[in-house]
C-alpha cells in the first residue's frame, strides 16, 4: 500500500503548502509549526479536500478514516451510544476503551473535551483500516489517555498511518518522519536517523543527541532507554 | 484573589478554594471539572450553590478575558481582523486606537500576516491566536484560557506564555496538560472527579506527584542532567 504526493500544492492566502512523497504502511509521523500545513495534509491524505495543483495516488487503499482535530465538528450521535453506531462498532467495548462505560445515553456535547476526544479516537481505531489519519489525535488528552492512545495507535502499525501532531513527550514508536520547512513538507527519513534531522524535535531527544547518543525511537520508553545508556 | 466558596455546580464540588493574583494553572484528568470551574469563574456559568469573588466582585461583574478550547467556537465574524478588533468596536473606541492596539496585539501573539485572512481557513493553532489576541485587545483584569495550547507548537505555546506573563495582566487562568507549561506558574490547582485535591506552588503540588505521568517531563529532565554529570 502507499499513499503518493505528486507535486501536490494548496494555496492558502499569500502561499503554498507543497507536499511531494509517498506515504508508506507503518506510522509516519508528522511536524510542523502552527499553520505549517499539518491539517491541510491530513485532509489531503484522508480525500476530504482536493489539491490546487499536482496528484494523488492511492495504491492498494481500500479504506480510509481520519480522526478529527476537533471532534466536536464531526459529531452525528444525540447520544453517546448512537455515536459509536455511527461508526459500525460494538458499543460496549468501545465505550469501555474510551472509560465511558455505563455513560452510553449522554449526550456527547455533555462529556469533557478529553472525554470526547478519547471516544472518537476509540471509535475510530476500534476498525482496521488501510489508511489512518490521525489530526492531532492528543489534544485535550491527559497523560494517561494519551498512553492508551500510544498503544492503540502501535497495533495500526499493519496500515499507513499519518499522524500530525505537536505532541513533545508522549508518543507511539514511529517508523517514519515528516517535517514542514516553512510550508513544504520534507521526508526526513526512516526512524532512528531520522531523529538527528528533526528540527522541531523534542527537548529530550535533542538533549540526548548533543550527548552523542541516538534514541532508537520516539516513545518514553525509548528515551528513558537512551538517558540510561549515557548514565551507565 | 479569586474565592471560592461552597461551589457546586455539574461535577465541580469546592467547599473553599482562594486562588491568588499572578498565572494560576489548573491541571487534572479528562472530566474533572477543569473547564467548568474555568467557565463559572469567567461568569459563563452561574454556579448552583456558593459563590465566586473576585476581587470585591462577582465574576460577571468583573473585566474578564476568555478563549474557549475549541478555537473559534466563540467567534462573531468571518475575517481575522474584524474579529479581534469587535471588542474595541463593541465599545465605540476611536478608529485610531483600535488599529494601534490591534497591530499591538497582533504583534504579541504572531499573527499580523494573518489579519485579512479568513477565519475558516485559518489551521486550528491560528484560530487559537486569533482567539487569544480578541481576549487580550481590551487588556482584561483577568484572562481565563480553557486549554488553549494544545492546539500549538512548543516554541509558539513557549513563546506566547512568556508574552502573557510579561503582558500587564493581573490575574491569568488557565487549564493545561502540558506539565511544563504548568510549572511555569505561580500557583497550580489539582482538580479529581470535580474536588481540589491539591493547591499550592509547582513545588508543592508536583513534589507530590513525582511518580506519575502528571510529574512535569522538563523537571524530570534537569534532574537527569544534574544526575548524568554526576
Not at chain 1, 167 to 176: C, G, K, S, T, V
Not at chain 2, 30 to 40: A, D, E, H, Q, V
Not at chain 2, 174 to 187: E, H, I, R, V
Request: charged share 20%; proline share 5%.
Amino acid at each position: 500500500m502507499e499513499l503518493a504526493f505528486e507535486g501536490v500544492s494548496v494555496t492558502r492566502g499569500s502561499y503554498d503548502i507543497r507536499v511531494s512523497g509517498s506515504f508508506c504502511q507503518g506510522i509516519n509521523l508528522v511536524s510542523g509549526r502552527v499553520g505549517s500545513g499539518k491539517s491541510t495534509v491530513a485532509a489531503m491524505a484522508a480525500g476530504i479536500l482536493s489539491p490546487d495543483g499536482g496528484s494523488i495516488h492511492r495504491k492498494g487503499i481500500s479504506t480510509s478514516m481520519l480522526s478529527f482535530q476537533f471532534p466536536e465538528s464531526g459529531l452525528t450521535g444525540s447520544t453517546v451510544k448512537e455515536e459509536v453506531y455511527s461508526y459500525g462498532v460494538h458499543d460496549a467495548d468501545t465505550l469501555a476503551m474510551a472509560d465511558l462505560s455505563g455513560r452510553g445515553e449522554d449526550d456527547p456535547l455533555s462529556l469533557s473535551r478529553g472525554e470526547l476526544k478519547k471516544l472518537s479516537l476509540a471509535c475510530v481505531l476500534s476498525r482496521p483500516w488501510d489508511l489512518l489519519v490521525l489530526d492531532g489525535p492528543f489534544e485535550a488528552l491527559d497523560c494517561r489517555g494519551k498512553r492508551e492512545v500510544c498503544r492503540w495507535i502501535e497495533h495500526r502499525r499493519s496500515s499507513i498511518v499519518i499522524l500530525c501532531t505537536h505532541e513533545q513527550h508522549i508518543l507511539p514508536r514511529i517508523d517514519a518522519l515528516w517535517e514542514f520547512q516553512e510550508h513544504t513538507l520534507v521526508f526526513r527519513g526512516l526512524v532512528p536517523e531520522a531523529l538527528a534531522r528533526w528540527d522541531l524535535a523534542p527537548t529530550s531527544i535533542k538533549t540526548l543527541i548533543s550527548r552523542g547518543t541516538l534514541p532508537f525511537n520516539v516513545s518514553e520508553d525509548d528515551i528513558r532507554e537512551a538517558a540510561c545508556r549515557i548514565q551507565g | 484573589m479569586i474565592i471560592i466558596r461552597g461551589v457546586r455546580h455539574g461535577i465541580i464540588d469546592i467547599p473553599s478554594c482562594a486562588i491568588p493574583e499572578g498565572h494560576t494553572a489548573v491541571i487534572g484528568p479528562n472530566g474533572s471539572g477543569k473547564s467548568t470551574l474555568l467557565r463559572i469563574i469567567a461568569g459563563l456559568e452561574e454556579p448552583v450553590r456558593g459563590c465566586i469573588t473576585i476581587g470585591e466582585q462577582s465574576p460577571g461583574e468583573s473585566a474578564v478575558g476568555w478563549v474557549h478550547e475549541v478555537p473559534g467556537q466563540n467567534s462573531l465574524f468571518t475575517r481575522v481582523r474584524d474579529e479581534i478588533t469587535s471588542p474595541l468596536r463593541f465599545r465605540h473606541l476611536s478608529c485610531d486606537e483600535i488599529t494601534s492596539r490591534a497591530a499591538e496585539v497582533a504583534a504579541q501573539t504572531g499573527i499580523s500576516s494573518l489579519m485579512d485572512r479568513e477565519l475558516a481557513t485559518l489551521s486550528g493553532g491560528e484560530q487559537v491566536l486569533v482567539a487569544l489576541a480578541t481576549a487580550m485587545i481590551s487588556k482584561p483584569d483577568i484572562l481565563v484560557l480553557d486549554e488553549w495550547d494544545s492546539h500549538l507548537d512548543a516554541p509558539s505555546s513557549a513563546m506566547l506564555q512568556n508574552q502573557l506573563n510579561t503582558g500587564g495582566v493581573r490575574t491569568i487562568l488557565q487549564c493545561t496538560q502540558n506539565m511544563d507549561l504548568a510549572a511555569s506558574a505561580d500557583t497550580i490547582v489539582f482538580l479529581t472527579k470535580g474536588r481540589v485535591k491539591a493547591t499550592g506552588t509547582p513545588l508543592d503540588v508536583f513534589g507530590k506527584c513525582i511518580d506519575t505521568c502528571y510529574y512535569p517531563p522538563s523537571w524530570r529532565w534537569r534532574e537527569w542532567n544534574l544526575r548524568s554529570k554526576g
